[in-house]
């Protein structure tokens, strides 16, 4: 389809000669939050670690799970790769309504909005990352070979979470009803994924439906990596990656046809 | 010569009228009907309107193309369909090189953020990269007259000075197509001048503009074409003199009251031209012809003179104070003027009114505004409305008698 090829290149080749922007635009927003809070950030750590507090509190002393490495570590990792995607979409679902002006009177590729959501979560991502690199060490978890998988897993999940955030954005703001239900899903969405608990935990058709979430899938490949020394399990990680690299271009497509109709409906 | 920077071909675009399915809650329901095929209920989202139709122009290199017209005749329109905000309903638009926008200039600002942070910000929303904001920075911030307050949080600033900080970062871009609007009326006078100039070496440059503007004198300056947008049709595309002074007979040329008035203008040498280019100073002729509808005991025919730009009435007289005899009319009956005045104007665009009064019951009973136009072209460009014909000399090598420079110091 060489149609598509050139719309893709198109697509492309404006995001790079805007790279710029991407760039103004993340750093707007990350220097904004280190003006305006106290602890800048510090929230990037603070968020993960108060969670897993919380979580270890509950599945070590009030109804204690079985987990490969001590709970905390096993809590952090999945908490950490949760709130990536949690707040790179709660960015991107208001990205394009809490920016009226622009979108109504100056003309740049809009997926900047959503780029620009996941970006800034990804630099907390970072941030939050150093924590669990002192676990590890503390634990004496983790091995050198198994990190070699790291930068797939990273990929796969980037790349599900941009497409939602596209779909997202351009949701909100064709139906300002999506940010509400939005905040409805994602509640349900991280009890339906195994963050705070092991997956083996669940037996029976609810097993089978929270393995089918590629939220989960993409968790336990980080475990897999980063805490268990040994490879993602294919099946799962599979799946989720070839979802994860479909949805993406669907999604950007989807975004960049009905890009003309934005302002007009916003 | 090389093909068009901006193209416009046979442009339509429609807009939908009234509030659209905003939220889930009108979506469900309309999808709902169209499940059951109950579609009755959903003919108010057809209710559309064509804010563009037909429209067609193009703008090469060096030249600048003015849109003109009323609110709501779709020039805002235009300038969104050129930065491709919209996209067509039909026909096509295109644009060579790299475009520019004077619109919206503080669009990007975030008032948390300094100005500094900001022109990087508003810069790259423009399209610039960082080593060009970089090289320009300095340029931009005494341009926009700020350099104590860059490192100010712009929430602080006046919008004045947002204004024209937005301004600045546009106006060292380096485009190839300029689109301008209704933006030179930021800051002070000072600043004004320095962005009109700015307008001028851009267009001395090479670059295609477009330019959407309420000030005519603005527009007729910068621009060589002018485009008359009216209910979203193309009425009059030519010389900024004769569009300018169609809208202008559009807006406010109706006669009123019980005598109706003709009037033709002349210059030495031309006749029977709508609009007039002439130079300053030069002697204009207007015939007025009055068909009264009532009868008149005592009456005077007055002839102003306003600047169309300024709003501002430049000069007022009536045949009464120049000695013409008043005027007696029975109803049917018609006159005949002839009036002459030195136009002594600064370089621009004037409109002259014809009025009739009644000096016997003190009522206006005919009013012809705006009637005939014309437009003073001179090189230099004064100050002011009146040409008052400046001359001068430097004197200080002769030895005239003066105040002595001590004089003056004290």
New interface residues.
């Given amino acids: 389809m060489p149609g598509l090829r050139t719309e893709f290149r198109e697509l492309i080749n404006e995001q790079f000669e805007f790279r710029e922007l991407l760039y103004q635009m993340t750093s707007r927003d990350l220097l904004l939050r280190y003006k305006q809070t106290a602890m800048g950030f510090a929230w990037a750590l603070l968020t993960p670690i108060l969670n897993t507090v919380v979580f270890s509190v509950v599945f070590m002393r009030v109804a204690p799970v079985d987990t490969p490495v001590p709970y905390p570590l096993f809590a952090y990792c999945g908490l950490l790769a949760w709130n990536f995607t949690a707040s790179a979409l709660r960015f991107a679902v208001t990205s394009l309504t809490g920016n009226t002006n622009l979108v109504t009177k100056v003309y740049f590729p809009r997926e900047i909005f959503p780029f620009a959501a996941v970006a800034v979560s990804l630099v907390d991502y970072a941030v939050a990352a150093s924590v669990l690199v002192g676990m590890m060490a503390w634990y004496h978890i983790g091995s050198l070979a198994s990190l070699a998988f790291l930068p797939a897993v990273l990929v796969v999940h980037i790349a599900f979470t941009t497409a939602l955030a596209l779909l997202l954005a351009m949701a909100n703001l064709f139906y300002r009803d999506v940010k509400y239900l939005f905040e409805v899903v994602l509640t349900f969405w991280m009890f339906a994924s195994a963050i705070v608990y092991p997956v083996d935990a669940v037996h029976g058709t609810l097993g089978v439906l929270i393995r089918a979430n590629p939220m989960t899938a993409i968790v336990d490949a980080y475990r897999h990596v980063l805490l268990y020394g040994t490879a993602p399990d294919l099946l799962p990680f599979a799946s989720a990656a070839a979802l994860g690299l479909l949805l993406l271009p669907t999604a950007w497509l989807a975004f960049h046809r009905s890009e003309f109709r934005f302002a007009e409906n916003i | 010569m090389a093909g068009a920077m901006v193209v416009f071909d046979h442009v339509w675009k429609e807009?939908?009228r009234g509030e659209?399915?905003?939220?889930?809650?009108d979506?469900v329901p309309s999808l709902f009907r169209r499940v059951t095929g109950r579609r009755e209920a959903d003919a108010g989202a057809r209710d559309a309107f064509w804010a563009l139709q037909d429209v067609s122009f193009e703008v090469h290199a060096g030249e600048a193309l003015g849109i003109i017209g009323r609110n709501g005749a779709g020039k805002s329109t235009i300038l969104?369909l050129l930065?491709?905000?919209?996209?067509p309903t039909r026909g096509t638009r295109r644009l060579s090189g790299r475009t520019g926008?004077l619109?919206?200039v503080a669009?990007?600002f975030?008032p948390?953020?300094t100005g500094r942070?900001n022109v990087?910000?508003q810069g790259?929303?423009?399209?610039?990269?960082?080593a060009e904001i970089t090289a320009h920075f300095d340029e931009i911030v005494s341009f926009a007259g700020l350099e104590p307050f860059i490192d100010t949080p712009v929430k602080r600033y006046s919008s004045g000075m947002n204004a024209r900080l937005g301004f600045s970062i546009a106006a060292h871009l380096d485009p190839d197509v300029l689109l301008i609007d209704e933006v030179l009326a930021v800051g002070d006078m000072a600043f004004q001048k320095k962005c009109q100039s700015r307008m001028k070496q851009f267009r001395a440059k090479g670059v295609a503009i477009v330019f959407v503007s309420h000030h005519l004198p603005a527009v007729a300056r910068l621009c060589n074409h002018v485009l008359l947008l009216e209910g979203g049709r193309p009425l009059h595309l030519g010389t900024p003199g004769d569009v300018i002074a169609a809208y202008c007979r559009g807006t406010g040329a109706s006669g009123c009251g019980e005598v109706a008035i003709a009037a033709a203008l002349r210059a030495n040498r031309r006749a029977g031209v709508d609009a007039f280019e002439i130079e300053p100073g030069e002697r204009l002729t207007l015939d007025v012809t009055l068909q009264f509808h009532l009868d008149v005991e005592r009456a005077s025919v007055g002839i102003v003179v306003w600047d169309l730009a300024r709003e501002l009435y430049v000069y007022g007289a009536s045949s009464d104070c120049i000695g013409i005899p008043v005027l007696h009319a029975r109803r049917g009956e018609s006159r005949q003027y002839t009036f002459s005045f030195d136009a002594n104007l600064t370089r621009g665009l004037y409109a002259l009114e014809v009025n009739v009064v009644d000096l016997a019951r003190h009522r206006m009973v005919g009013l012809a505004r705006r009637i005939r136009h014309f437009q003073v072209l001179e090189q230099v460009s004064y100050d002011g409305v009146a040409n008052l014909y400046l001359t001068g000399r430097e004197v200080s090598a002769l030895s005239v008698s003066g105040p002595p420079l001590e004089a003056l110091a004290r």
């Fill in positions: 807009f939908a659209r399915h905003d939220s889930l809650r979506l969104k930065t491709r905000i919209l996209k926008a619109i919206e669009a990007g975030h948390d953020l942070e990087y910000l790259a929303i423009m399209g610039m990269r960082r």
